[in-house]
């Protein structure tokens, strides 16, 4: 299971960084989204992936980290990805707002028509 999430995790982050290297600002921003969901994953991977483990002190129970899941990197992922979807939102609009200014979605301004040859 371990061995998957992490191949997963990889594989987002590669095809982030492939799209954030692209020209144009939609692939750009879908580029940051697929690394900050390969950030979540990795962090949500940090706190030891368990099936079944109960998030929450049960009485009588000691609590361990053999007993229960680690609470920390879902608060953390849960913030991560608000603050993701607010970001997103953003570069959308300055994406949006570039493209009526300029009349191209290039990342410099510039269409394929005024690149050098």
């Known amino acids: 299971m371990l061995l ?3 191949l997963f995790v990889g ?3 590669g095809c982030g960084v492939w799209l954030l290297l692209r020209a144009r600002t939609f692939d750009t921003v879908l580029g940051l989204t697929l690394l900050s969901y390969a950030v979540n994953l990795f962090i949500f991977a940090m706190g030891r992936v368990k099936v079944a483990a109960d998030p929450i002190v049960q009485k009588g ?5 053999a007993t229960t899941a680690d609470p920390l990197p879902q608060a953390l992922v849960l913030t991560a990805i608000v603050i993701s979807f ?11 707002r570039s493209y009526q200014q300029t009349g191209s979605d290039h990342v410099d301004g ?7 040859r």
């Open 4 to 6: 998957m999430l992490s």
């Open 11 to 13: 594989t987002l982050a």
């Open 61 to 65: 129970v000691v609590s361990t980290l």
């Open 110 to 116: 510039a269409g394929r028509e005024d690149a050098p």
């Open 86 to 96: 607010a970001m997103t939102a953003v570069l959308l609009g300055i994406a949006l």
